[in-house]
């Protein structure tokens, strides 16, 4: 039988690694203190963020593998389920490295707490661990000090306050790495592009529009293998605009094409595009373009006219 490992308090985390709770909502770790072990499935009902010092077992979220390497960050919210993998049944192995771990209820009443849900690594889930420099690792490790040392304090007025600042200069400090990280894999990023047109090109030229609707934004990270925020990110990161926004303006340049067919409606063209209304497609044909789809095929009747 599969073993699964529940963490649904900060102790859970700690006893499974041989580590102290000295405060019930939040705890720093040093993972080679932890007992050897094998393959393994982790339920999360905390936020975790594992630093990894040395190359021990595969971690898999759903069917993707993380790109989890030495000198790389992983983010675990509640309700992730993530499977530890070895080489073969039965061999052990030794986990080094760092986490910080935080129950949700930390938060409660925090600015972290208002913020938590921006930072959307946290769902991110195939091969999009975050790789540090060396310089980089060292901030992180710093920030893991601080908290560790406040835990270390006895519990005042003041103790709430200061520890979910430190988590949220951490995870800004995250999230700048993050954005450097989408520019010097700029070449992967490049290929996911590329991917991404060759999707949306597929999708309408096979008439798959027809049968599975509008493509959407989880529709195509899907595709892409790629969580929907991490795919989001990224395109906002290559393109400056919201996937959402792009997969719109993809589908407004081929309804401009399919306009200029006097033998279709404007109907039957929003049915081809996906549309599940008529009024929608017109809708966002006029916020997109600046008029209608029958106005625009007039406009086009005239400049053709005057070619001519």
Request: glycine fraction near 6%; proline fraction near 3%; include cysteine.
């Amino acid at each position: 039988m599969e073993r699964i490992v529940n963490f649904e308090s900060i102790s859970d985390y700690n006893t499974f690694n041989n580590h102290e709770t000295l405060h019930p909502l939040v705890s720093i770790l040093d993972l080679s203190k932890a007992s050897p072990r094998s393959a393994y499935k982790m339920n999360f009902g905390i936020y975790t963020v594992i630093l990894k010092d040395v190359k021990c077992g595969d971690l898999k979220y759903g069917k993707e593998y993380y790109d989890y390497q030495e000198g790389t960050l992983v983010f675990f919210a509640p309700g992730q389920v993530v499977e530890v993998e070895v080489e073969s049944v039965g061999i052990t192995y030794q986990p080094y490295g760092h986490a910080l771990i935080f129950h949700p209820d930390l938060l409660a009443g925090t600015s972290l707490g208002r913020l938590i849900d921006d930072y959307s690594f946290f769902s991110y889930n195939t091969s999009e661990a975050l790789h540090l420099s060396e310089k980089e690792r060292q901030i992180i490790l710093d920030c893991f000090d601080k908290i560790a040392v406040e835990l270390q304090h006895d519990v005042d007025k003041h103790s709430k306050k200061l520890i979910s600042s430190n988590i949220e200069l951490l995870l800004n400090y995250c999230d700048r790495f993050y954005d450097r990280q989408f520019i010097t894999r700029e070449n992967a990023n490049r290929g996911i592009m590329e991917r991404f047109e060759s999707l949306l090109t597929e999708f309408f030229s096979q008439n798959k529009a027809q049968h599975l609707g509008l493509p959407t934004v989880s529709y195509c990270a899907d595709q892409l293998h790629l969580s929907s925020n991490y795919f989001g990110d990224l395109i906002k990161k290559e393109t400056g605009r919201t996937a959402q926004d792009y997969i719109q303006s993809r589908i407004i340049n081929i309804a401009k094409e399919r306009v200029y067919d006097l033998n279709k409606s404007v109907s039957e063209i929003a049915y081809e595009l996906g549309f599940k209304y008529p009024q929608h497609f017109t809708r966002l044909f006029k916020q997109k373009v600046g008029c209608t789809p029958l106005e625009y095929r007039k406009i086009a009747d005239l400049v053709q006219g005057t070619d001519n």
